[in-house]
């Protein structure tokens, strides 16, 4: 059975630093991996999307990982910023029609 | 603009009274899916649906009903709720079950007493 893991389950930074955010999976076997913001009172938002074909994505400052190998992804954040204070979530596709989360970490950056 | 509706955002009932969340897209997506998110066991796939009048259990279907009718609507039914079924719910649709794009609903957030 998949499972995911993602840790730290919190992190408090100050503002301009480059960061990373790190979530493993027990089953090597994916389709793909997303990468979601979840700010308090919405819902998520999709910010990457990794297919099991590929090493890495990029969106701006942002730049996810993956290595199936190993069962690892990290995103990375460049120059963080206070409004990239959210809880980030991955979620392993493992070929069927569901995704299994991780329960996140919980990011502050501080100005 | 491309959403996910849900309805209500919060509700308070009392145990087995029945009730419906609604969720409603305008993206025409095939696929929709329901989560419950709780602290500590992240979120967790109810039930999903591949397209109209096709839906399947996900990790935790037991005392939830869903229906299809519809393309663009997937409601989520409680039948008897009980307090263990107090949770933040979310629906999600996508075009494809793969992704690449998933939008998620702004969450109900449901209290059982």
């Known amino acids: 059975k998949q499972e995911v893991t993602q840790i730290p389950a919190a992190l408090s930074v100050p503002e301009g630093e480059n960061l990373v955010l790190n979530c493993s999976f027990t089953?090597?076997?994916?389709?793909?991996l997303q990468w979601f913001r979840q700010d308090p009172g919405k819902g998520l938002t999709s910010l990457l999307l990794i297919q099991s074909s590929q090493r890495e994505q990029t969106s701006g400052r942002l730049n996810a990982s993956l290595d199936k190998s190993s069962g690892r992804s990290t995103l990375y954040i460049a120059a963080s910023q206070p409004g990239d204070s959210a809880t980030y979530l991955c979620?392993?596709?493992?070929?069927?029609?569901?995704?299994?989360f991780g329960t996140g970490t919980r990011l502050k950056v501080l100005a | 603009e491309a959403q996910v509706t849900q309805n209500p955002r919060y509700l308070i009932t009392v145990t087995g009274k029945k009730l419906t969340v609604t969720c409603s897209q305008n993206m025409n997506h095939e696929y929709m899916s329901w989560y419950r998110q709780d602290p500590g066991l992240g979120l967790r796939q109810i039930y999903y649906?591949?397209?109209?009048?096709?839906?399947d259990k996900g990790d935790v279907p037991e005392g939830y009903k869903v229906s299809r009718k519809e393309k663009r609507n997937f409601p989520l039914i409680l039948e008897s709720p009980s307090p263990n079924q107090t949770s933040l719910y979310f629906c999600?649709?996508?075009?494809?079950?793969?992704?690449?794009?998933?939008?998620f609903g702004p969450g109900t957030r449901l209290t059982v007493l």
């Open positions: 089953d090597s076997a994916i389709y793909n």
């Open positions: 999600a649709s996508s075009a494809l079950a793969g992704g690449p794009s998933w939008y």
């Open positions: 649906s591949m397209n109209v009048e096709v839906t």
């Open positions: 979620a392993v596709n493992s070929g069927t029609y569901k995704y299994i």
